[in-house]
């Protein structure tokens, strides 16, 4: 049975960092972009960051470049996404997802979601 397991969010500080991990099992991530995206309270999903299936295609969204890594490690069959210089702003659910091979930025195009980790940015 195909699943992804987020793990890593919890309670950051303005300007700290987290390394959120969505860990495979069931299939093998190597031949499937992976997508991060996120959801405030009240807001629509928003996808923030995405990998293909060779680690040279990235994007990031507008709000987190500069500050978002994504990587990814398919002899662990997890996904990472290293989240520096944290703000309010930040705090959501953050799900992984994936697709078969090429990117999307279409939350629907994607075939397996996990079931979240929250992230809070507070003082």
């Known amino acids: 049975q195909a699943q992804l397991v987020e793990s890593g969010g919890g309670l950051v500080q303005p300007g700290g960092s987290l390394r959120l991990s969505c860990a495979a099992s069931?299939?093998?991530?190597?031949?499937?972009?992976i997508g991060w995206f996120r959801q405030a309270p009240g807001k629509e999903r928003e996808g923030i960051s995405f990998?293909?299936?060779?680690?040279?295609?990235?994007s990031y969204s507008d709000s987190v470049k500069g500050r978002f890594t994504i990587s990814r490690d398919n002899a662990k069959n997890t996904a990472y996404l290293q989240m520096d210089s944290l703000k309010p702003g930040d705090t959501a659910v953050y799900y992984c997802?994936?697709?078969?091979?090429?990117?999307?930025?279409?939350?629907?195009?994607?075939?397996?979601w996990g079931q979240g980790t929250q992230v809070t940015v507070s003082s």
């Open positions: 990998i293909g299936i060779l680690d040279s295609v990235t």
């Open positions: 997802a994936v697709k078969p091979h090429t990117i999307s930025l279409r939350p629907e195009e994607y075939e397996y």
């Open positions: 069931g299939f093998t991530l190597t031949y499937y972009a």
